[in-house]
């Protein structure tokens, strides 16, 4: 437990500069990747939805446009929290050297590490609050309850860029991120719920389904755009806060055994 002790209120300074640098050059870095959950709302919600009149979730009939766009805030945590501290921990590691920059001052391994977590949690927590916004303005999200689904953004930000970070630390190369991304991240991109009921899945699949961690923040945050919350809500609650320490955990001490070496 001295990995965590070693953590401390330095971390700021970590978060305040991935701030300061993206904000520099904004209009590349935080643009695209933000509108493109966006875009998948519009192409699939408007375009697919015109062909699906009605899916069922829960024993309740809603268009398809409502139902797929709380996935939406979901994709929009998980990529901009996972890429953050995949690629970008990683190019900040190994090609710009900028945790060795940070080492030269009182900072400490942990305290850049979980800066890096804490900067990767807050891009997604920004991203699904944007696309919350879009959906609340049009008509397709149900508040008060809708506000649950900034607490899950968060927790589900901190899960995510965890696994980006761990991903980073195991990767020899950048070319080996294409891994985690074709066995992890575009399995829970296509198989959590997003855009389409699990139920239709084979039994195999659906569980297999309901071990990802995107699945469990899917159906947090749909239900509250729907306004149903219900008690059945706790288990993928309880998921998520019982994996994300752990992952973020084995995260920060495999890339300080990495950074060691």
């Known amino acids: 437990m001295s990995l965590l002790r070693n953590i401390s209120y330095r971390v700021r300074y970590v978060w305040r500069r991935n701030l300061d640098v993206s904000l520099f050059g904004w209009k590349s870095t935080v643009l695209p990747p933000l509108l493109e959950p966006l875009l998948y709302l519009f192409a699939f919600g408007l375009g697919l939805g015109a062909y699906v009149e009605k899916v069922r979730f829960h024993g309740r009939l809603t268009d398809y ?18 890429m953050e501290c995949m690629y970008g921990s ?88 294409n891994l985690p991304m074709f066995f992890f991240i575009n399995p829970m991109f296509l198989f959590s719920g997003t855009f389409f009921p699990l139920d239709n899945l084979p039994k195999w699949l659906r569980a297999a389904a309901w071990c990802l961690p995107l699945t469990h923040t899917v159906e947090i945050m749909r239900a509250a755009t729907f306004g149903s919350l219900t008690a059945r809500l706790w288990w993928s609650a309880a998921y998520l806060a019982v994996l994300t320490p752990v992952v973020c955990y084995a995260a920060i001490l495999l890339m300080k055994r990495r950074l060691i070496k």
């Open 90 to 177: 990683f190019v900040r590691m190994r090609y710009q050297r900028t945790f060795d920059a940070m080492l030269t001052t009182p900072l400490l391994m942990e305290d850049i590490l979980a800066g890096e977590i804490l900067w990767g949690a807050t891009k997604g927590l920004f991203a699904g609050l944007a696309v919350l916004l879009v959906i609340g303005v049009w008509g397709l999200a149900a508040f008060p309850a809708s506000l649950l689904v900034l607490p899950v953004a968060a927790l589900s930000g901190l899960l995510f860029a965890g696994f980006g970070l761990l991903f980073a630390s195991v990767s020899p190369y950048i070319d080996n991120l």
């Open 65 to 82: 446009l409502t139902f797929m766009a709380p996935g939406m805030i979901a994709v929009g945590v998980l990529f901009h929290s996972i």
